[in-house]
C-alpha cells in the first residue's frame, strides 16, 4: 500500500476499535494487530497515543466543520434558516459519530496538548456559528456568551438524541427555536 492508503487504512481500524470499545482500547499495538501490520507500521504514521487521538479528533472536527459550512451555505439566509442548519448539522454529527465522539473527547481531555487542541476546535466552532447569525440577529447579539449557551444546549440535546431519549427532529427543532428565542430578545 501507499504511505496515505496505509495511513487511512489505519484510521479506519482506529474508529472501529474506537466504536466497539472505547477510546480506552485503542492502543497501537492493538492497532497493528487489527490491521494486521507490524508495530513499527503503525509508529511509522503514529508515534504515540495521544499522536494517534489528536488525529482522529482533527478528523472528526474537520469533518463537522465541513459540514456545518456546507449546511449554511445551502440553508435560507434567514435566522430561522441558518439555525437550522446549525441544529441540524450539530446532531447528525453527534449522531453519525455517538459513542465513539464521546470516548474520543474523554481521552482528548487527558493531557495538555490533546485539550488545547479540542479548545482550539470548540473556538473555531463557537466563530463560525457566531459569523452565520450575527446578520439575522438582533443588535448586540449573538454574544458570545450566548453562543456558547446555545453550543452547549445544542450538544445536550444532541446527546439526547443519540441516546434515544428524543427523537433526531425534535432535538433540531428544540436547538432551532432556542437559537431563535435567544437571538431574538
Not at 93 to 99: D, I, T
Amino acid at each position: 500500500m501507499r504511505r496515505e492508503e496505509r495511513r487511512e487504512q489505519l484510521l479506519t481500524v482506529a474508529w472501529s476499535i474506537v466504536r466497539e470499545g472505547g477510546a480506552d482500547l485503542l492502543t497501537l499495538g492493538r492497532l497493528a494487530e487489527r490491521a494486521h501490520v507490524t508495530k513499527p507500521v503503525v509508529y511509522d504514521h503514529f508515534p504515540s497515543r495521544p499522536a494517534l487521538l489528536m488525529v482522529l479528533y482533527k478528523e472528526f472536527d474537520d469533518q463537522q466543520t465541513e459540514k456545518l459550512e456546507h449546511a449554511l451555505r445551502a440553508a435560507p439566509r434567514t435566522l430561522q434558516g441558518q439555525a437550522r442548519a446549525i441544529a441540524s448539522s450539530h446532531v447528525d454529527c453527534v449522531l453519525a459519530h455517538g459513542n465513539e465522539l464521546v470516548s474520543i473527547l474523554g481521552a482528548v481531555e487527558g493531557t495538555p496538548e490533546l485539550e488545547r487542541l479540542k479548545l482550539g476546535s470548540e473556538a473555531a466552532y463557537a466563530d463560525l456559528c457566531q459569523a452565520a447569525l450575527r446578520p439575522y440577529a438582533s443588535k448586540d447579539q449573538p454574544s458570545r456568551a450566548s453562543i456558547i449557551a446555545i453550543i452547549g444546549a445544542a450538544e445536550a440535546l444532541a446527546q439526547a438524541a443519540a441516546r434515544q431519549e428524543i427523537p433526531r427532529d425534535e432535538a433540531i427543532a428544540e436547538i432551532t427555536t432556542n437559537i431563535v428565542l435567544n437571538l431574538s430578545r
